[in-house]
């Protein structure tokens, strides 16, 4: 039987917010501790953690309009490896990068923290897991139908409709198909060195710089470059026109239109 209450999405929002939390300490790692000058390993774990977010959050949002209230229950075959995940991140990430943040000069023969790329070596078989669980639940809910669908027996009488709940749907194989098709068609964007990406939602490989059609799940506004500075103080003429195209992204448009405007000026 599934647990009571609203178990599985509980998990992802616990999940989602141990990756919030992983995310903040990179930043306080950035600017705080020397990473001299080759730090790719702490760039790529970064923005993997940036772009699993993201990513998560899109695909259990997708799923969730779908099913409605049974996937936010779960099931034990969905729960208990759930619970996995949230032990590694919280033991193996989370943890690791808060002392990395915080750590002091180490003494002589103390114990060494594990480096950026061991990290993200770590992260992801978990959030493959992750991903994983959300598709496969919402794949059993498919076969499995809602507790309250009547099931009508075989009869002269006019078909009976199934009922189900306000907040249910019965989605065919056809429609989930379709819906898989969508999320195949969807893109993240996400901050890589110091540039906007637009990177496929299931092939990470297939990365772009212009805006691609479909639907586009917008980077969290919590994360801003760095800004590079002339002699002067001033912001360089390309971090001017950087900063147009932001603008023109979180408004859903082209950045076209801004860079031909920032040119006329």
Sequence with gaps: MSPTGVAFQ???????????????????IRETRRLGTKHENFDKLQDALLHSHTTLSVQYDTLSRCFGHRLAVGDEASIQPMNKCLRAVSSDIKRKLYEIANKTTQASGSRQLPGFGTLLQHWKPIEEDASNIIIRLSQRLIITPPASTHIPTPATSPKQE???RSDQQIVSKSDFNFLVEHMQKSWTETWSNEQLIYVNYYDQKNKVYERPDGFIKAAPTSYRPARTETVSGQRTRNDDL???ERRGYAFGGSNRAQREEFWRQ
Excluded at 10 to 28: A, K, M, P, R, W
């Design 10 to 28: 509980t998990q992802v929002d616990t999940l989602l917010n141990e990756l919030s939390d992983c995310i903040g300490f990179c930043h306080q």
């Design 162 to 164: 199934p009922k189900v």
């Design 242 to 244: 950087n900063e147009r």
